[in-house]
């Protein structure tokens, strides 16, 4: 066979100069398993999946009762709430955990808990474009909170937007902090 017949296989990783280290990914994998951070992870994510604005659950409870006129509390409103719930956990993993594989363990176990516990919930949250929404209002920077409650105003489709920016503002401040020490709790082991 002619040295021009001869095709030498690339993957597209390769092709495109992209450096391949798999050792040192499995290295940190073995790493964050012996330590614990895997299961942790795991835990986390399970844990912030109870995240909710329901006052008679057992989960993490997001007090809006005392912060919110009961106008925003309908069932319509409070889904909303809970959508934006998920999302600013999901969020919230993928910048307050240094590590990838940690952060995407937290966000699997977290839909994992959803999709178990309230499939038709997830399922429409997977399918909807709410998250298109939150994302974008993050992305665009400057006052978060304020452009979360824009796209959460928008979602619950008002007409007196200025006071449901207001209450998804509210959602946003109370939640972080929430899912913050709730991520400070699961005290990762990091080198």
Request: hydrophobic letters at 45%.
């Amino acid at each position: 066979m002619p040295d021009n017949d001869v095709k030498i296989y690339m993957s597209k990783a390769q092709r495109l100069g992209v450096q391949v280290n798999l050792s040192s990914d499995f290295e940190a994998i073995n790493q964050n398993r012996a330590n614990g951070n895997l299961q942790k992870a795991h835990a986390l994510g399970k844990r912030l999946a109870t995240l909710t604005p329901s006052f008679d659950s057992d989960g993490l409870r997001v007090n809006l009762k005392d912060v919110l006129p009961q106008k925003y509390l309908s069932q319509d409103i409070l889904y909303q709430i809970k959508v934006l719930l998920v999302f600013e956990a999901e969020a919230f993993l993928q910048l307050e955990i240094p590590q990838n594989a940690l952060a995407t363990t937290a966000i699997n176990a977290l839909h994992d808990a959803l999709r178990e516990n309230a499939p038709a919930f997830h399922k429409n949250i997977s399918d909807g474009a709410a998250f298109s929404f939150y994302y974008l209002a993050v992305k665009k920077g400057g006052d978060v909170s304020q452009r979360i409650g824009e796209a959460f105003a928008m979602l619950c489709s008002v007409k007196n937007k200025e006071g449901f920016i207001e209450a998804g503002k509210t959602v946003w401040n109370l939640a972080a902090d929430i899912i913050e020490n709730e991520i400070k709790k699961a005290d990762f082991v990091l080198a």
